[in-house]
């Protein structure tokens, strides 16, 4: 290299120049160019995204309606609307929010702040009665809630608690909120990645944290005993589970804490450590600890449970399944599903309630016009079908 040209290159006015064009260049495509063409490419709305707010005729519907009672009841304060792409809140809420979805939103729901979750992706996460009772007393559902009650979006008279317009306009808007996203957002709820080998061996630590975590959790829906009587019980169809009649093990009530029950108001607890959901799953195992011997003691007549059967395989079979094991069609295809009897047996005496007025909020229907010896061999039947060769007492 020639002298001259190092000289050159020296040059302070040389070196400011290139520095300065180039730190320029480097903001304007960092901070200009790159989020604009973000935009640009996420600003591609799905073919099929009409106005989410109107009708047809372009008339303003429910889902509008409620963003407007949204907005008036100042639900921003404390909610956003926008799933970050950073700090990994997809993990939490789901898919990081598009452009394209705030089209229509004039003015915008961000949100500036988070007292409560984001609510981008709420779409099918919780059920309508959820959001009802929720609405009413956050603590219903959530007993640990800092949320305000909206008790005046209900009517209450000698005929219980109504939703009023508003309520069922704002609950259409929440459950519009990321719906284009929802089948994203159930695999994280709900994802199929917990194998559960076993439960840990019961101590009275575990029992005693599963009670502080199930009054911290549960009680609202399923009330402190667990009767399924607790305060947001006027609002939940299906009602909320009687852990009081039936005998489940460990690992059943594991599994249903993870997935929680779709097309039941009863939330995934996924969200909690493995252990946390252990030490839940033997309080409530504990809290029907006498329903087993109940239902298994009578030593079955052999010639109920055979009778029992076959009334089961002509009217139960189609949606419980052969023994007791629900077909995978089903348990997809019904929403709650069906329930599995080999994991699970229940007192007699609700066997037979449940087959006389089946559970209002599901398809199981009632089935009280069957002769009553047919209710009682069904009672012995059901209770034959429990595994209890794999659920063994433990002390
Ligand atoms: C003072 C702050 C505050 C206000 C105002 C508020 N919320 Fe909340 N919200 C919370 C907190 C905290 C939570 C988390 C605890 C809970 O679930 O109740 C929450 C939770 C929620 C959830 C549950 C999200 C989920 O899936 O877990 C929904 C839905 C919700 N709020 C809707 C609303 C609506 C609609 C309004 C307005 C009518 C509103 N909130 C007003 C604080 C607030
Ligand atoms: C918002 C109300 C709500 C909350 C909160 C709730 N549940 Fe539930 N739970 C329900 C409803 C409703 C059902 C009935 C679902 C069905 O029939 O499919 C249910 C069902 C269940 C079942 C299934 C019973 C069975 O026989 O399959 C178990 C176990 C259970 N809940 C335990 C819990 C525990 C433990 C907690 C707290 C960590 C909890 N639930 C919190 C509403 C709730
Ligand atoms: C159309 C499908 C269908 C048929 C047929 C059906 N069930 Fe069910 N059954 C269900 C569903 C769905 C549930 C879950 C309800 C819920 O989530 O609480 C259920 C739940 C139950 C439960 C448990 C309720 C609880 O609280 O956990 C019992 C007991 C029961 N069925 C018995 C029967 C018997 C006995 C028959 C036949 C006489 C029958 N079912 C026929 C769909 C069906």
């Known amino acids: 290299m020639s002298n001259e040209k190092a000289v050159v290159a020296e040059k302070p006015m040389f070196v400011l120049t290139v520095a300065g064009l180039g730190f320029f260049l480097l903001s304007f495509v960092g901070m200009g160019l790159g989020p604009w063409l973000g935009l640009e490419l996420g600003m591609e709305p799905p073919e099929e995204f009409v106005n989410p707010y109107e009708d047809e005729a372009g008339e303003i519907n429910a889902i509008g309606r409620g963003r407007k009672v949204y907005i008036r009841e100042a639900c921003w304060h404390c909610h956003s609307q926008f799933v970050r792409p950073v700090a990994n809140e997809e993990f939490r809420y789901g898919p990081v929010s598009q452009a394209w979805e705030y089209m229509y939103d004039v003015p915008n729901t961000f949100g500036t702040r988070r007292i409560g979750p984001d609510l981008a992706r709420e779409a099918g996460r919780r059920s309508d009665d959820w959001h009802f009772a929720h609405l009413w007393n956050p603590r219903s559902t959530v007993p640990a809630s800092i949320m305000p009650k909206y008790k005046w979006l209900f009517t209450e008279s ?192 609700y066997v037979r309630k449940v087959i006389d007025e089946g559970r209002p909020g599901t398809t199981m229907a009632s089935f009280a016009h069957l002769p009553s010896e047919d209710k009682d061999a069904l009672v012995a039947y059901l209770a034959s079908l429990f595994d209890a060769d794999k659920y063994k007492e433990k002390p």
């Open 158 to 349: 000698a005929d219980g608690i109504e939703p009023t317009q508003d309520a069922q306009d704002l609950v259409a808007y929440l459950q519009y909120l990321g719906i284009n996203f929802k089948q994203d957002v159930r695999r994280q709820v709900w994802p199929e990645r917990v194998v559960v080998s076993g439960a840990p061996v019961t101590t009275p630590e575990a029992g005693r944290r599963g009670e502080e975590l199930f009054n911290k959790y549960c009680t609202g829906c399923h009330g402190e005993s667990g009767n399924g009587q607790g305060m947001a019980s006027p609002f939940l169809k299906p009602s909320a589970a009687d852990l009081t009649t039936r005998y489940l093990p460990r690992e059943e009530v594991f599994r249903i804490l993870f997935m929680g029950s779709e097309g039941s108001s009863m939330p995934s607890f996924s969200e909690l450590t493995e252990k946390d959901l252990w030490a839940i799953s033997q309080h409530v195992h504990y809290i029907g600890r006498d329903v087993r011997a109940e239902a298994l003691k009578p030593a079955a007549n052999a010639q109920l449970v055979a009778r029992g059967r076959e009334v089961y395989d002509r009217s139960c079979k189609s949606c419980h399944g052969e023994d007791g094991l629900v077909p995978e069609i089903m348990e997809k295809a019904l929403k709650p599903a069906p329930k599995h009897f080999r994991d699970r047996v229940y007192q007699p005496a």
